[in-house]
């Protein structure tokens, strides 16, 4: 028995050694969310070294590395088949392609919540963490994002795909879009790869972070326009789920993240929220508002947060994110001190940037 004490209490000093690093500020963002927001006796999702920081910084209980490490430290060690087991378990749960396989192990080891870094939400689990009714999204910090697994939602997803016949122009439109649907919404498949560096890039052009939620906000509408042109309810339908889900991935803070890796964005909220103002239903006014209250609090005088919790995208040079930002929000914004603000840092050619698209995209917002 001493023995079998020895080598867990080995392992978790050669654990403690080699993970001794300082979580970054959006690391701790996360970990002070999960502290006061979440019960003492959690028990959390994570990879190894993610655990580490996790248990240190909150005290919380993950699968991993409590079971292989922890537990043993406490006197009662894992056998060498049920070590085995749980990693094997851990693993399947972050890379399968099945979220049935998912749901399965996370709830034979009575998870609750997901804590995950910024770079994995390009495969496996991460890819659909943003869509799947079965996860709540609570807090994303650029760094580090925390999901609730909900086991029984209350919103069903795998809809089948909308198959269209008609209107030439229709059937063409609808077959395009139905290409992109996961059986929860739309997401892109594939494309640009982001750059950290250019967190304007990617929000323009990435598809890496499968959420997608202004996209699905167009849809909603756009399907709401071809079951009146059409009299087809089979929009309608898809059209009242998306806003369904939309009000259901809204986080309560009122955001919609977006970009990779993914934050909680003014923009992607704003470009969310102000297409469904065009609906004016009960359904879709509860999203804006909420929408509008969160990028409200974004907002101080001239100025706005490019995420709730990023000033800017750069140190130096034009910040065409946070340009792009204030001329969108400052559009739908019955206060125009944002627009002025942008119309100011216009230079004497016009321009804002040196890159064509970029300047149109400011544009749009005015």
């Known amino acids: 028995m001493s023995f079998l004490l020895i080598i867990p209490i080995m392992q978790g000093g050669v654990i403690a050694y080699v993970n001794v690093i300082n979580p970054t500020p959006e690391q701790m963002e996360a970990f002070k969310w999960i502290d006061e927001n979440t019960p003492a006796d959690s028990v959390f999702l994570a990879t190894m070294d993610d655990a580490y920081l996790?248990?240190?910084n909150t005290h919380r209980k993950d699968v991993l590395l409590w079971k292989t490490i922890y537990q043993g430290m406490m006197g009662n060690?894992?056998?060498?088949?049920?070590?085995?087991?749980?990693?094997?378990?851990?693993?399947?749960?972050?890379?399968?392609?099945?979220?049935?396989?998912?749901?399965?192990?996370?709830?034979?080891?009575?998870?609750?919540?997901?804590?995950?870094?910024?770079?994995m939400h390009q495969q496996g689990l991460g890819l659909y963490l943003p869509t799947d009714t079965h996860f709540k999204t609570l807090i994303v910090t650029g760094d580090a994002a925390v999901y609730q697994y909900i086991p029984n939602p209350p919103l069903k997803g795998e809809k089948a795909k909308i198959n269209f016949t008609g209107d030439p122009e229709?059937?063409?439109?609808?077959?395009?879009?139905?290409?992109?649907?996961?059986?929860?919404?739309?997401?892109?498949?594939?494309?640009?790869?982001?750059?950290?560096?250019?967190?304007?890039?990617?929000?323009?052009?990435?598809?890496?972070?499968?959420?997608?939620?202004?996209?699905?906000?167009?849809?909603?509408?756009l399907?709401?326009?071809?079951?009146?042109?059409?009299?087809?309810?089979?929009?309608?339908?898809?059209?009242?789920?998306?806003?369904?889900?939309?009000?259901?991935?809204?986080?309560?803070?009122?955001?919609?993240?977006g970009g990779m890796p993914p934050a909680e964005y003014t923009l992607t909220t704003a470009q969310t929220i102000y297409p469904l103002k065009d609906l004016k239903t009960s359904e879709t006014e509860k999203i804006v508002n909420k929408g509008l209250q969160f990028i409200e609090n974004q907002i101080n005088d001239e100025d706005i947060k490019i995420a709730a919790n990023k000033e800017s995208s750069q140190f130096m040079g034009t910040d065409y994110l946070k340009l792009k930002t204030k001329s969108q929000v400052g559009g739908i914004s019955p206060d125009k001190k944002l627009v002025y603000n942008v119309i100011e840092k216009q230079k004497g050619d016009g321009s804002w940037t040196s890159t064509a698209y970029e300047n149109i995209e400011i544009l749009k917002g005015l």
């Open 54 to 56: 996790l248990i240190g």
């Open 77 to 119: 060690p894992p056998t060498l088949k049920e070590k085995e087991m749980t990693e094997i378990e851990v693993k399947t749960i972050f890379t399968t392609s099945q979220p049935n396989e998912a749901y399965y192990f996370l709830e034979k080891n009575n998870i609750t919540y997901i804590y995950i870094r910024k770079d």
């Open 170 to 221: 229709y059937e063409k439109i609808t077959s395009f879009i139905e290409k992109f649907w996961n059986g929860y919404s739309y997401s892109e498949s594939g494309g640009y790869t982001p750059k950290e560096d250019d967190t304007a890039k990617d929000l323009e052009f990435g598809s890496a972070f499968k959420g997608c939620y202004d996209s699905n906000a167009m849809i909603a509408v």
């Open 223 to 257: 399907y709401a326009k071809l079951s009146s042109k059409t009299g087809d309810t089979k929009f309608k339908e898809r059209s009242d789920y998306l806003i369904e889900w939309l009000e259901y991935k809204q986080m309560e803070n009122g955001s919609f993240p």
